[in-house]
């Protein structure tokens, strides 16, 4: 019923993996364990799993890896029913938060209870998902040039942040000012009204810039622009853990 | 969410930044506030925050719509219409409830269909008596 698909064992993990394998098996979910190589890629072993037929895809370590797994997942038909599980290798990150495992017991714990939630993808064209934010992020403000479904748009941003829902958040350099003036703010504790900031939840967006800027996932860069990103609401069925709060937005 | 959301508000709206030129038509369930250039329609089905750095040359229209910057082109609130100090509006303005503040400047056509309602209800018995007067001198 569970495929694990693992990292590839290396010394730093390897007890790390062995203690998730006794973990699971002392909860009776232990099942089929693989992890990638040469010869086979984490979206092949994905894909064999689905395969195979088994209802649950579990992908152990980190965000890189998970994204690998449910694009195998959001692109396949036959994995129309498959359920995603996750233990993520670091319980600080945005996966861990998703879905609310604060430890490794936490993250086995949910495997075993199978509390379902369905959630939103990235779609980055032509057939890349991603889970956790999307970020591209320049020192100086570049001009970014964007269209979401019927506007087109030019802005001034250092930092754009894309979240799943395809929430964007164009951040600007000029909110901080002269380092003169944020000195004297920060000396007299002013904050400035941040009217720099920009907002935008859509179904299509597609951003251009002169400069190939690089759209980076879990640190690992995944496209350059120009790109188009779409929202594949509801897509997916991921195990969460049953205590877990969610975040407002 | 942009391009037509049929559902309840989620999220915090869309918020167009100081340094962001958009073109086309803006259309958002939640609340909308500008603070950069917009050439094209503005419409939500909640608010609209028109602030000192935004510059809209289109048509306006909202719930609620507060102005502090400028605008050229028409501005429909079906509830509140506020302009600021700092607001300047070029174009025709239609609402149910009014306030324009000392200092803003607006220069066009304001129409208020409660007002108008009432003003063709107070007519109307007027109307009558001449009727009468008519039918007497035949």
Redo the contacts between chains.
């Keep these: 019923m569970y495929y694990y698909i693992m990292e590839s064992p290396r010394a730093k993990i390897a007890s790390r993996q062995e203690k998730i394998k006794d973990i699971l098996g002392n909860l009776g979910i232990a099942g089929e364990t693989v992890s990638p190589s040469a010869a086979r890629t984490i979206e092949e072993l994905t894909h064999l799993g689905i395969i195979k037929g088994y209802s649950t895809i579990v992908a152990v370590g980190p965000e890189s890896l998970v994204n690998k797994v449910i694009t195998v997942l959001a692109t396949q038909k036959e994995a129309k029913d498959v359920v995603l599980g996750v233990v993520p290798d670091d319980f600080s990150s945005q996966i861990a938060q998703k879905i609310g495992a604060k430890d490794i017991y936490v993250a086995c714990n949910a495997l075993k209870n199978r509390k379902l939630e369905t959630i939103d993808l990235c779609l980055l064209e032509p057939n890349k998902y991603f889970i956790t934010e999307g970020t591209i992020e320049t020192f100086f403000n570049q001009e970014i040039y964007f269209g979401i479904d019927n506007l087109k748009g030019k802005a001034l941003t250092n930092k754009i942040i894309i979240k799943p829902g395809l929430e964007a958040f164009f951040y600007d350099k000029s909110l901080h000012g002269s380092p003169v003036a944020s000195f004297w703010r920060w000396l007299f504790g002013k904050k400035q009204k941040d009217i720099y900031s920009s907002f935008f939840k859509t179904k299509r967006l597609r951003i251009e810039s002169q400069n190939n800027l690089p759209l980076k996932v879990s640190g690992e860069t995944i496209a350059k622009t120009p790109f188009t990103l779409h929202n594949r609401s509801r897509i997916l069925k991921i195990i969460v853990a049953r205590d877990r709060i969610k975040k407002e937005s | ?3 037509g959301k049929t559902a309840g508000p ?17 259309q ?1 369930a939640s609340d909308i506030t500008i ?2 250039r917009i050439e ?1 329609e503005v419409i939500s089905s909640q608010g609209i925050t028109i ?1 000192e ?1 935004a510059y809209i040359k289109g048509p306006v229209s909202a719930e609620i719509v507060t102005i502090a910057g400028k605008v050229r082109g028409s501005i429909t609130a079906t509830g509140r219409m506020e302009i600021q100090p700092t607001g300047k509006i070029f174009g025709s303005i239609t609402s149910k409830d009014l306030s324009i503040k000392s200092g803003a400047i607006f220069v066009g056509k304001c129409t208020m269909p409660e007002g108008e309602k009432e003003e063709e209800e107070e007519k109307l018995p007027e109307k009558e008596p001449q009727k009468q007067t008519t039918y007497e001198v035949e």
């Design positions: 969410m942009l391009g989620s999220g915090p709206g869309t918020v167009v930044g100081a340094n962001v030129k958009l073109v086309g038509t803006l958002d603070h950069g094209g602030s750095t």
